[in-house]
């Protein structure tokens, strides 16, 4: 059974960090390019970041570049977003999804052929 899923979101303060994991399964993880994207309630879909295959090479909104690292473990099938310095908009539904060919402007989920269920992320004082 193909299968992504993340875990790792939690409510936090401003300023904060979080860590996020995706765990792949049914599929050649270490084949395939990695994105994480975010949704929040009555907002469009952001695209956060890509990873390559192998790890190499990663790019990121400008939202969250310099505060979002990404990164990848094949031998462990999974893939992490570290989040630090938290703000208030980054609160969304956080999910972790094989790269679609309409990446980075993908506009639904939908269109992501592999994705997980999604972990939600809150920023709050």
């Known amino acids: 059974q193909v299968q992504l899923v993340e875990s790792g979101g939690a409510l936090v303060h401003p300023g904060g960090s979080l860590r996020l994991s995706c765990v792949a399964s049914?599929?050649?993880?270490?084949?395939?390019?990695m994105s994480w994207v975010r949704q929040a309630p009555g907002k469009a879909l952001e695209w956060i970041s890509d990873?390559?295959?192998?790890?190499?090479?990663?790019y990121y909104a400008g939202s969250v570049r310099g505060r979002f690292t990404v990164s990848r473990d094949n031998a462990k099938n999974t893939l992490w977003l570290q989040m630090d310095d938290l703000k208030p908009e980054d609160t969304a539904v956080y999910y972790c999804?094989?790269?679609?060919?309409?990446?980075?402007?993908?506009?639904?989920?939908?269109?992501?052929?592999?994705r997980g269920q999604g972990t939600q992320v809150s920023v709050s004082s």
């Open positions: 999804a094989h790269v679609a060919p309409c990446s980075p402007r993908c506009r639904s989920l939908d269109e992501y052929e592999i």
């Open positions: 049914g599929f050649a993880f270490s084949s395939l390019a």
């Open positions: 990873i390559n295959s192998v790890g190499g090479r990663s």
